[in-house]
């Protein structure tokens, strides 16, 4: 149990274009999933905290406009790069808290979404 | 600031011995540190969870202690074999959220 996944695996697209990135529970209901950003040999830093039916809390530093979040049902979310450039192509991870689960649970992570902006 | 530091970038071992991983954090309060393994490519795997007030985690090979004095965890792989080879990462869990370390990737010799 506790599977989530993430489509597409890899996406390359070209300068400007906007890509979305889907994320589902698939055998548990989540109100909170969260996305993160990881750079080749770094941590993952996270980018924002996604709740069912509300708006998403972005972390410092992270556009809201630039990655639009949408968490339209307990088993959904998705991540849009838009007018993606180069300098956002990494490795891009969501994980999903199931709907119950006190703050400390663990957290069940998608198998992550590598971008590559031309 | 807040800091999380994974003791080394890499770690190479034979298999059969222990690896002992350090995460050292500061400015943090942490209520709980995970440990994950991420292989390359791969989403983090969700390996041991470890609470302010145990000392000590083990789930078959694996051990973690937790020392919120020292600010500091240690991971330890007993009896490692080439399938444990791999990043792993500790994680805090503060204000409602988890803060990441680095990594360290464990590379088990046959």
């Known amino acids: 149990g506790a599977v989530v996944s993430q489509h597409p695996s890899w996406v390359i697209c070209k300068s400007g274009t906007s890509v979305k990135i889907e994320c589902r529970s698939l055998?548990?209901?989540?109100?909170?999933m969260f996305w993160y950003r990881q750079f080749p040999k770094q941590s993952l830093m996270l980018m924002a905290t996604s709740n069912e039916g509300s708006k998403a809390t972005y972390e410092q530093g992270v556009e809201k406009d630039k990655f639009l979040i949408n968490h339209a049902s307990l088993t959904l979310s998705t991540l849009t790069v838009t007018s993606a450039h180069p300098e956002d192509s990494s490795f891009y991870i969501c994980?999903?808290?199931?709907?119950?689960?006190?703050?400390?649970?663990?957290?069940?992570f998608g198998p992550g979404t590598r971008l590559t902006v031309l | 600031s807040q800091k999380i530091e994974q003791n080394s970038e890499a770690l190479n071992i034979q298999e059969g011995k222990t690896a002992t991983l350090t995460c050292n954090y500061t400015?943090?309060?942490?209520?709980?540190l995970q440990w994950y393994r991420q292989d390359p490519g791969r989403g983090p795997v969700f390996l041991l969870l470890i609470r302010e007030n145990e000392k000590e985690k083990r789930k078959e090979r694996l051990k973690v202690t937790f020392d919120t004095t020292l600010k500091q965890s240690l991971f330890h792989i007993t009896a490692s074999q080439p399938a444990d080879s791999a990043t792993y990462l500790c994680?805090?869990?503060?204000?409602?959220?988890?803060?990441f370390g680095a990594g360290t990737t464990v590379t088990v010799r046959a």
């Open positions: 994980s999903a808290r199931p709907e119950g689960a006190g703050g400390h649970n663990e957290q069940f």
């Open positions: 994680a805090l869990y503060n204000d409602y959220k988890l803060s």
């Open positions: 400015n943090y309060s942490p209520a709980y």
């Open positions: 055998d548990f209901q989540a109100t909170t």
